[in-house]
């Protein structure tokens, strides 16, 4: 079963290297010569994962054909924006029926849609099967084969135990879970809180806050999920409460960072420039605003999160802001 990886960054890499370890034939798609180069001379990927040795069954190139020919898994882990984009160029060299197993965490912003509907709208003649990869999971501590868990949004119990047991490994443990639509989205909003979660911090206002906007969020990612169809237990797993305790509190969290130079007075253009991995909550606080607006939401974190990323509002204002709304019920 040979699995072809569509991303060469710490994520697409990280799962390749631990399905190469487990002795499966992996391909994976890279962009640069120079990143090439470096797979196959030093086994690293210097770039993104420095000092994680890789292994030999992961095999690297610069050809889509190469990586895709004989393949029956094609794992997605390009940037949520991207995705869309990528499997149009792909679309012609696929199979029919081919697996698509998302590790993409975002929403679309060009036309609000999740992972799930992408896909269904680009390779739908394909007759695609999709599954989506969340939950607590830094790709570096994955490498380090550290304990992880992770939900697998599936819809097809058959087809999900099957990828269970192709991704599972003695650290690297898989729940399965029907709820796609709560697994993509868990996925995708935690970003937008843990952005706010590092610009609590960044303005030091202490544990008390931080502890609050994870939970007042855990209560809009549900708000927002019920909207859209999702489960509202599915919130209180892997893909909810444990991706969102995760990313608001890891210190190799993107969003975070991000947010904790946002508290500590940098502007978002000059954060942005200078960080080579892609935070995708930035742009998933856009599409998650406008959704909202759609959906008729109240989102109230969110919404200040997108007025300082995109209208330049004073963090310590926008705090202000969210501690003197009306009172109401929990």
Same mark, same amino acid.
Request: net charge neutral.
């Given at each position: 079963?040979?699995i072809a990886?569509?991303g060469?960054?710490s994520?697409?890499?990280s799962?390749?290297?631990?399905?190469?370890?487990?002795?499966?034939?992996?391909s994976?798609?890279?962009?640069?010569?120079?990143?090439?180069?470096?797979?196959?001379?030093k086994?690293e990927?210097t770039?993104?994962l420095?000092?994680?040795?890789?292994?030999?069954n992961?095999?690297?190139s610069?050809?889509?054909?190469?990586?895709?020919?004989g393949?029956?898994?094609?794992?997605?882990?390009?940037?949520?924006?991207f995705?869309?984009s990528?499997l149009?160029?792909?679309?012609?060299?696929?199979p029919?029926?081919?697996i698509i197993?998302c590790a993409?965490?975002?929403?679309?912003?060009?036309?609000?849609?999740?992972?799930?509907?992408?896909v269904?709208?680009e390779?739908g003649?394909?007759?695609?099967s999709?599954?989506?990869l969340?939950?607590?999971?830094?790709?570096l501590?994955?490498?380090k084969?550290?304990?992880?868990?992770?939900?697998?949004?599936?819809?097809?119990?058959?087809?999900?135990?099957?990828?269970?047991?192709?991704?599972?490994?003695?650290?690297?443990r898989v729940?399965?879970n029907?709820?796609v $639509?709560?697994?993509e989205?868990? /996925? @995708?909003?935690? &970003?937008?809180?843990?952005?706010? =979660?590092g610009?609590? !911090?960044g303005?030091?206002?202490?544990?008390?806050?931080?502890?609050?906007?994870?939970?007042?969020?855990?209560?809009e990612?549900? $708000?927002l999920?019920?909207a859209? /169809? @999702?489960?509202? &237990?599915?919130?209180?797993?892997l =893909?909810?409460?444990g !991706?969102l305790?995760?990313?608001c509190?890891g210190?190799?969290?993107?969003?975070?960072?991000?947010?904790?130079?946002?508290?500590?007075g940098q502007k978002?253009t000059?954060?942005?420039?200078e960080?080579?991995?892609?935070?995708e909550?930035?742009k998933?606080?856009?599409?998650v605003?406008?959704?909202?607006?759609k959906?008729?939401?109240?989102?109230?974190i969110?919404d200040?999160v997108?007025?300082?990323?995109y209208?330049?509002?004073?963090?310590?204002s926008a705090v202000r802001?969210?501690?003197?709304?009306p009172?109401?019920?929990?």
């Amino acid at each position: 079963m040979k699995i072809a990886v569509i991303g060469g960054g710490s994520w697409g890499t990280s799962l390749g290297n631990m399905l190469a370890k487990k002795g499966l034939p992996v391909s994976i798609l890279v962009r640069e010569q120079t990143l090439l180069a470096q797979f196959r001379s030093k086994r690293e990927n210097t770039w993104y994962l420095p000092g994680i040795t890789l292994s030999e069954n992961l095999v690297a190139s610069l050809e889509i054909e190469q990586v895709l020919d004989g393949a029956s898994i094609f794992l997605v882990a390009v940037p949520s924006q991207f995705v869309r984009s990528v499997l149009r160029d792909l679309r012609y060299l696929l199979p029919h029926k081919p697996i698509i197993l998302c590790a993409s965490k975002g929403i679309e912003v060009e036309r609000l849609k999740t992972m799930s509907e992408v896909v269904s709208e680009e390779l739908g003649g394909l007759k695609s099967s999709f599954a989506m990869l969340s939950g607590p999971s830094f790709a570096l501590e994955v490498c380090k084969e550290l304990p992880t868990a992770v939900a697998l949004g599936c819809a097809d119990k058959k087809l999900a135990k099957e990828l269970q047991e192709t991704l599972n490994t003695p650290y690297f443990r898989v729940y399965t879970n029907t709820d796609v $639509r709560g697994v993509e989205l868990g /996925g @995708a909003v935690k &970003n937008i809180i843990a952005i706010a =979660a590092g610009i609590s !911090d960044g303005l030091h206002y202490g544990t008390n806050a931080r502890a609050a906007l994870i939970t007042r969020g855990l209560a809009e990612m549900s $708000r927002l999920g019920k909207a859209m /169809g @999702a489960k509202a &237990n599915t919130f209180m797993g892997l =893909a909810g409460l444990g !991706d969102l305790v995760l990313t608001c509190t890891g210190e190799l969290s993107r969003n975070r960072r991000v947010g904790l130079m946002l508290g500590d007075g940098q502007k978002l253009t000059d954060i942005l420039a200078e960080m080579k991995m892609v935070a995708e909550g930035v742009k998933t606080t856009e599409a998650v605003h406008l959704l909202a607006d759609k959906l008729d939401v109240d989102l109230p974190i969110t919404d200040m999160v997108y007025r300082i990323l995109y209208e330049d509002k004073d963090p310590d204002s926008a705090v202000r802001d969210l501690m003197n709304r009306p009172l109401k019920e929990e």
